[in-house]
């Protein structure tokens, strides 16, 4: 007789990654038609301008000549909801026989294990964006790849088999054409919604990210056929980033065990001490001696209680911060001009704070404000959140840059503010960006970051930094408008004072006129006139 045990095993099966995310694309941003499709472009565009930049850093230290980032975006409307979405970039290309494994199997990537800032980690975007096109409209993805100006480029039509969470070719062959010497082409067919304009627009996204990424000549096709570009304000490339090791602060016991059992060391404090940042002769000899661990046993020999005590003393520890040449910042200069360049607006101040740590993991913030020129007076802020160099336009509520900005007291720095909370009214911009080795996502789909206490410290001084300059310089501003109509008032009633200071000093009254003159001038300089 079989039992019910046994009749359930029956039923039981391994399901893929790739599988599971069919089931539920709501977690990786395809919520929406309006979302999918500006998901899809993201994912795409961040693939390449890592895969631009990649190719720099390798050029630069062959010392080599490189190009810098172009990329060119299009989204043609095929009525009845559905959109042709194209991405070429000048960046490495693919070599063949990868093309099909980078766009069809999720988790798979070179960025998962490596820990320094970039923009996508999971190693899910761009095949992901590949698996929605599949599942809204059937259609294959179009992918092309050039690696130099002697090859060809070669096409490949892909589909994920999600059962095995691996590619399935449905043709490919060589093309004599491409758009730049060596690069990158994905063309998907999705089912979504287009806006034109808005927080939740193509153009918002290309927009925001041109200015965290300035030395990035971006081209946007509209569905109209329209040609948007959105400038390279800067030829500096943003310093390459460093994988580092693990910081004993950010570990688990499950990790820990997970890294004995794969480490090359044949000692565990060799392990200790090669496996993990900052951790040198002296502060692991004395972690393993409160432990009470002979340093010669091997990694893996360890029990589950011992690896336990281990982490426990060593997160108790004195050790130092990690390296922070894992971060690459926009920078003061570079964001500055970039806003610049974005806005019409009449003053503009940035900061980027020091890098800090939280579990481990080093971050830092950095922040700006724009003011004034055309941006409307009446309206709340306009408030925009990064991570890692790539724009956040969705959950904002969720998110900890929002509750940060709403908690500050704005009315303390010239901006109107209901109540002394909430999102300040004003013709002003804020933007905060968040660079980190682990960006704490509420979500796979990477709308909001979480309400990490030693994050949101930072992003308020950042913000508040700002704020400051803001809270200076329109106090110059009232300054000067109060100076000018003093000026105006003077000079209203100033010709009518000639006649009798003329007839009292006995003085003409041109000269009269022209000392009056003088002395306004000499008082209230560019004042005068309106200069």
């Known amino acids: 007789m079989v039992t019910v045990a046994e009749d359930i095993a029956k039923t ?20 929406s038609k309006i979302k999918a499709l500006i998901t899809c472009v993201k994912e795409t565009v961040d693939n390449s301008l890592d895969a631009c930049e990649e ?13 810098l980032p172009e990329i060119i975006v299009s989204v043609k409307d095929l009525k009845d909801d559905n959109y042709l979405i194209k991405v070429i970039d000048n960046g490495p290309g693919i070599v063949k026989k990868q093309v099909p494994q980078v766009f069809t199997r999720l988790l798979y990537g070179s960025k998962f294990h490596q ?52 590619p399935e070719i449905v043709s490919e062959g060589k093309l004599e054409k491409f758009e730049f010497d060596h690069g990158t082409e994905v063309v998907l067919e999705i089912e979504g919604t287009y806006l034109s304009k808005g927080e939740k627009s193509v153009y918002e996204y290309l927009r925001r990210t ?48 997970k890294m004995a059992q794969a480490t090359k060391s044949r000692t565990f404090k060799s392990f200790l001490m090669n496996d993990f940042s900052r951790m040198g002769a002296k502060t692991v000899n004395n972690i393993l001696k409160k432990a009470e661990i002979s340093p010669r046993y091997r990694p893996a020999e360890l029990t589950r209680e011992q690896y336990s005590k281990v982490v426990k003393i060593m997160q108790k520890s004195k050790i130092m911060n990690p390296p922070t040449d894992c971060l690459s910042p ?6 500055r001009k970039s806003l610049k360049t974005d806005l019409d607006a009449e003053f503009v101040t940035t900061v980027s704070r020091s890098p800090s740590v939280y579990k481990g993991n080093p971050f830092l913030v950095e922040a700006a404000i724009a003011y004034g020129g055309s941006m409307p007076s009446e309206k709340s802020v306009d408030l925009i959140r990064f991570a890692n160099k790539v724009p956040l336009q969705y959950n904002a509520g969720a998110c900890a840059t929002s509750e940060v900005v709403k908690k500050i007291d704005w009315r303390r720095y010239g901006l109107n503010q209901s109540g002394g909370s909430g999102v ?108």
């Open 12 to 31: 039981i099966k391994q399901t893929s990654v790739a599988e599971f995310f069919e089931r539920n694309r709501h977690l990786l941003g395809f919520d």
């Open 55 to 67: 190719m720099i850093y390798k050029h630069k230290k062959k010392k080599k000549d490189y190009s």
């Open 115 to 166: 820990l320094k800032q970039g923009r996508g980690q999971q190693g899910i975007g761009v095949s992901a964006a590949v698996l929605y096109a599949q599942l809204s409209t059937g259609k294959a993805a179009h992918v092309v790849s050039k690696i130099n100006s002697n090859s060809p480029a070669y096409y490949y039509d892909l589909r994920i088999d999600t059962l095995k969470n691996r």
């Open 210 to 257: 041109s200015i965290v990424n300035p030395h990035v000549r971006i081209s946007f096709i509209t569905p109209e056929g329209k040609k948007i570009t959105f400038p390279r304000v800067t030829e500096q490339v943003p310093k390459e980033t460093k994988s580092i090791k693990p910081h004993p602060y950010g570990i688990d016991v499950g990790t820990m065990i």
């Open 330 to 335: 926009i920078g003061d200069a570079a964001l």
């Open 424 to 531: 300040p009214v004003g013709p002003a911009m804020i933007l905060v960006h968040m660079a980190s080795t682990w960006i704490p996502f509420t979500s796979e789909s990477k709308s909001a970051i979480a309400h990490y206490k030693p994050i949101m410290k930072e992003m308020k001084l950042a913000v508040q930094d700002c704020a400051r300059d803001l809270k200076k310089y329109l106090r110059r501003k009232n300054r000067a408008r109060r100076e000018k109509m003093k000026v105006n008032t003077f000079i209203k009633y100033g010709k009518e004072l000639v006649n009798p200071l003329a007839l009292i000093s006995e003085y003409k009254k041109e000269k009269v006129n022209k000392i009056i003159n003088h002395s306004l001038k000499e008082r209230y300089g560019d004042l005068i006139n309106g200069e």
